[in-house]
């Protein structure tokens, strides 16, 4: 059975860093391509960044770009989203998402965490 399990999320200030952590176990293939979504209050639920762990190709959301990085630890099975100069905008709930196949992103991601809030006060 694969689960994804995240950690990270904090409270901090606009201008500030935070590193999530996205833990994924069991059958590999399935978390091919391994990312992040966030939702905040009332808001659509958005696509943050993907990464393919095959051969680290990456993809972002405009609204993150040259702020947000991910990465990944293969030996560890686990990504990570580095956020940079946040912003109070960046409030929300971030999952991360995982789905194998040879697409990343793909249509659909098949498995979710619970779930770590990240707050940002301006």
């Known amino acids: 059975q694969v689960q994804v399990v995240e950690s990270g999320g904090a409270s901090v200030q606009a201008g500030g860093s935070l590193r999530l952590s996205c833990a994924a176990s069991?059958?590999?293939?399935?978390?091919?391509?391994t990312g992040w979504f966030r939702q905040a209050p009332g808001k659509e639920r958005e696509a943050v960044a993907t990464i393919y762990t095959s051969d680290s190709r990456t993809d972002y959301a405009d609204s993150v770009k040259g702020r947000f990085i991910i990465s990944q630890d293969n030996a560890k099975n686990t990504v990570y989203l580095q956020m940079n100069s946040l912003k109070p905008e960046d409030t929300a709930m971030y999952y991360c998402v995982a789905e194998g196949g040879g697409r990343c992103p793909p249509d659909e991601f098949g498995y979710w965490g619970q779930g770590t809030q990240v707050t940002v006060s301006s």
């Open positions: 069991g059958y590999t293939y399935a978390t091919e391509c």
